[in-house]
C-alpha cells in the first residue's frame, strides 16, 4: 500500500490525474482501451473536472470504458445519481460516446440492477476475469466506500460480483461491486480529503486490527494490483507518524 499525503485538496488533485493518465497510458498501450471505475459522491468532481478540461488532451479518450463503483437507487436525472454527477463533470464534456459508458439502470429494481450490471460487465470483458485497469474509490466518514457501508450483507459478501444492499441508516438501496470484485483490480485509488474523514482514516489505515464490519474500506486490499491512498493533511491528522 502506498500513502501519498498532501497539503491541499488541489495538490491531490493535480497528482492524481496525472498518475490516472499514466495508468491509462500504459493500458492503451498493451491492451488498446482503458476500463476504468469511477467513484461518486463530491469528492471527485473537481478531479473529474481537471481531467476533463486542463488534463483533455493526455487521454485518448475513445479508448476509455467507464463503470461505476456504486450507485443511489434513485432515477437517473436526479441530483444524487452519480452517473449524473459523472456525466456532467466528465462525460459531457468529454464528448464519451454512449457506448463507452456503463451507467448502473436504477429503472429497475435494485437487485436486478445489480445482477443486469454485472451481466454487461461480464460481457464487456467477454466471459475472462473482469480485472478492471483503475478503480477510484471515496471513503464516507463512516468509512464505507463504494455502497459496501458498516453492518450491511455487503462486508461480508465473498464474491466477485454486484450486489444490490439495504442500507438502513439512509433507508434506502445501493447497488455496489463487492469488495473481492473492486481487489482483482491492476490499480486502486482511495481519493480522500477533508478533516470530516480523519476519524475513519485513524481506523482504516492506522488501526491496528481488522474490523472489516465497522471500517468497511479496510476490506480493499488488491489481490495483485497495487492500493494508493491519496489523502490530504487534514485527513490524516488523527494518524499517529
Ligand atoms: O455515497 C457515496 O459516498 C462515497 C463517499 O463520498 P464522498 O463525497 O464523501 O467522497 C462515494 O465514494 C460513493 O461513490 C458514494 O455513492
Redesign the pocket.
Known sequence: MNLLIYKTPEELNQDLADYIIKVAEVSIEENDRFNFVL??????KRLYNLLATECKHRIDWEKVYFFF??E?NVPSDDENY?GLMAKKELFDKLEIAEDHIFYINTTLAPEKAAIEYKKAIDNHFKGSDPIFDFIL?????DA????IFPHTKLVKNEEATVSSVFVEKLNTY?ISLTAPLINKAENVAF??FGENKAEAIKHVIGGEVKDFDTYPSQLIDPIDGKLTWFVDEAATKLLES
Do not use: E, K
Open positions: 467513484t461518486g459522491g463530491n469528492s471527485p463503483g456504486d443511489r452519480n474509490l471515496g471513503m464516507g466518514d464505507h466506500t463504494a455502497s445501493r481519493l480522500v
